[in-house]
DNA sequence: CGCGTGTTTGATAGCAATCAAGTTCTGTGG
DNA sequence: CCACAGAACTTGATTGCTATCAAACACGCG
């Protein structure tokens, strides 16, 4: 086991607490734990479990044959995943950092908790999950390099719920998430940085210094 | 009323029958027909109700303040669109031809159709949608300009069940969906055409000469 | 303190966007 | 039925953004 600094571990009263469904796998779940870069599942896997994220932090990510990298989203306490699909996975999951999952077989599900209930959280996170995916369309699709790096930093710290924010993945997971590459990352960064944007005391943390100007850039 | 052609409409009976629930919303939807170019619900729009495609062909369409636009998707007769989002349509929905839908509230769906069946109904849909998107989410943020007229002239012919498929869109929406420009795509075209891979007899008819090498080329 | 990984910076190349004409297609009206 | 007008599509020249190739730097960890 390898030392782990839980940079990206996050309370999950947090983020849950923005969801009606939050407790549904916390009695009809089993509680998983997995160490910082270990897979969840895996592409093409059989898809029968869903997640929700208890602490940590895990994203999706899917692999072309020559290497090429696309991730699909981040997840942090209180997300939902596991149910993109009908069949199997087509994209993996691996944690960022150490990560406490809750999984239910997604069929014995409504047996549990009650159909009504479960039928709810399925909806909502489904969701939630196409608005996300929704938005990240349009971020690659149309938004260009310092707009794609704007917008995550500002979602980023939306999340954290305040000007600071702490990152818990790398520049390279920033790029396969964003459609670009690991330079042109690191590049917008020092950008945002000598407007005085953003300020990044250390790699994986960073200030808001001016939100209006990163809300105007992330457009 | 404007002399349309149908070139775009698909019978019902293909698409529909990959999917078990395709006729949930025939007896619990109230039947809507749009004339090409109309819009079945706009851009942050209340979003309560759910629509399933019977003939005809949309599209899902997110503009930015300046103009820039990103295409979501394409549904064809079967496809159920309108679930993206828990509160207000993060995309606008807008009519390809000459079409006609089934609409039905997505609160009252489990009152009319049956509870069991109108999750199941949902579920599936959502989860097909998520398919899509992911799928989409890769080919914008990694794959080539080749790659994704490639990918997108094959999904194309495959659910056209054949060598020939007839397109409902223009080059700016196939762009729109791709992320490219016009011109990108026109010329991207060409030089699949002059590879003796596909054949265009008219710019919205074409025929695979080479499924081999065009599904090489999609990857 | 030194090594390795992760990040930043620099120089150059290349793919797709932009700007700008042509050309073909489609629908309309004579 | 043919001629015309406008839109859609294609082609060409050039620019510019982002990728690639390469190296330096910084930080975390043993």
Redesign the interface.
Request: glycine share 8%; net charge neutral.
């Given at each position: 086991m390898t030392n782990v600094i839980n940079l990206a571990t996050y309370p999950i009263d947090r983020a849950g607490a923005a969801s009606p469904s939050v407790a549904v796998l916390a009695s009809a779940g089993v509680r998983m734990a997995y160490a910082r870069g270990e897979e969840v599942y895996a592409q093409d896997e059989e898809a029968d479990l869903i997640y929700q994220v208890v602490s940590g932090a895990v994203r999706t990510t899917?692999l072309?044959?020559d290497g090429?990298?696309?991730i699909?989203d981040f997840y942090y306490p209180g997300d939902v995943l596991g149910?993109?699909?009908?069949d199997t996975h087509?994209?993996s999951a691996e944690t960022l950092a150490d990560t406490v999952v809750l999984a239910a077989k997604r069929r014995t599900l409504p047996l549990v908790a009650g159909?009504a209930i479960a039928?709810a959280f399925?909806?909502?996170a489904?969701?939630?999950?196409?608005?996300r995916?929704?938005?990240?369309?349009?971020l690659?699709?149309?938004k260009t390099a310092c707009e794609k790096v704007a917008s995550f930093l500002l979602h980023a710290a939306d999340r954290a719920g305040g000007a600071r924010a702490t990152l818990p993945m790398g520049r390279q997971d920033m790029a396969?998430y964003?459609?670009l590459t690991i330079e042109t990352v690191s590049r917008m960064l020092t950008q945002l940085q000598g407007a005085d944007i953003v300020a990044f005391p250390t790699a994986r943390t960073f200030i808001v210094k001016n939100r209006a100007a990163l809300v105007r850039l992330s457009?």
């Open positions: 899917r072309m044959s090429r990298r696309q699909g149910l993109e699909t009908s087509r994209f159909k039928d399925m909806a909502h489904a969701a939630r999950e196409l608005d995916a929704q938005e990240h369309l349009l690659l699709g149309r396969d964003l459609g457009e």
